[in-house]
């Protein structure tokens, strides 16, 4: 009886024991993932979220949730020196200096990075949504494939005196927000005023957002 409780009371140590571990484990992880480096504090700032530290090596501010007890979420504060690149169905790491020229990097509504842009001629149009270097126009970061960029007109809104973009086209294709507008002829598009609808060609009147007058 005395070596059956013996035995029983080592199985309950044993288990836990590696609970225990595995909670530490568990801890060490979250920790490396979330923690600031220890002298991030001197880390010189450069613009947005973007920092610098004493080598000259370039790190991006974000932040790591955590969930805590009941609905309670806490927040760490860590530093990113690389960037994440989705290529088809593989992630690619690149390092944020090779990635990103910080001199001429400008800010959207939210901090992007523009892949595939000339860093050295690129600007941020009107409503800094859109972005544009020599070969291609970019909307929220991402290029607006199927462009014609040499037949390209910007087409801004008449209902305002600020320059805010209504539809990017070319000679075969019309775009609102990087996407095409289905069935629009691009020869005859055109925006106008004074009318309930916004935009039309010699098929269609548009609403707000690409969407045709039914």
């Not at 990635?99 to 009107?126: H, M």
């Not at 020599?134 to 801004?156: A, P, T």
Request: hydrophobic share 35%; with cysteine; aromatic share 14%.
């Amino acid at each position: 009886m005395i070596n059956q409780i013996s035995i029983k009371v080592v199985l309950a140590i044993l288990v836990i024991l590696l609970s225990s571990c595995n909670t530490d484990k568990n801890t060490e992880v979250e920790k490396s993932l979330t923690l600031q480096a220890k002298d991030s504090w001197k880390y010189k700032h450069l613009k947005g979220k973007f920092y610098t530290d004493k080598y000259g090596k370039l790190f991006e501010q974000k932040v790591y949730a955590i969930a805590g007890k009941g609905e309670t979420i806490n927040s760490q504060i860590y530093f990113d020196s690389l960037v994440y690149i989705n290529l088809d169905d593989t992630v690619i790491e690149k390092s944020l200096s090779e990635a990103i020229d910080i001199k001429t990097y400008a800010e959207f509504d939210e901090e992007k990075i523009v892949s595939g842009a000339n860093p050295k001629i690129f600007k941020p149009l009107s409503d800094y949504l859109y972005g544009i270097d020599s070969k291609n126009i970019f909307y929220r970061g991402k290029k607006i494939e199927g462009l014609n960029f040499e037949k390209h007109e910007i087409l801004y809104s008449l209902d305002t005196t600020d320059f805010f973009i209504d539809y990017i086209k070319d000679d075969k294709v019309v775009f609102y927000d990087g996407d095409t507008v289905k069935g629009a002829d691009a020869k005859t598009f055109k925006l106008v005023a004074g009318q309930k609808w916004r935009a039309e060609d010699k098929n269609y009147k548009y609403e707000c957002c690409g969407q045709r007058v039914e």
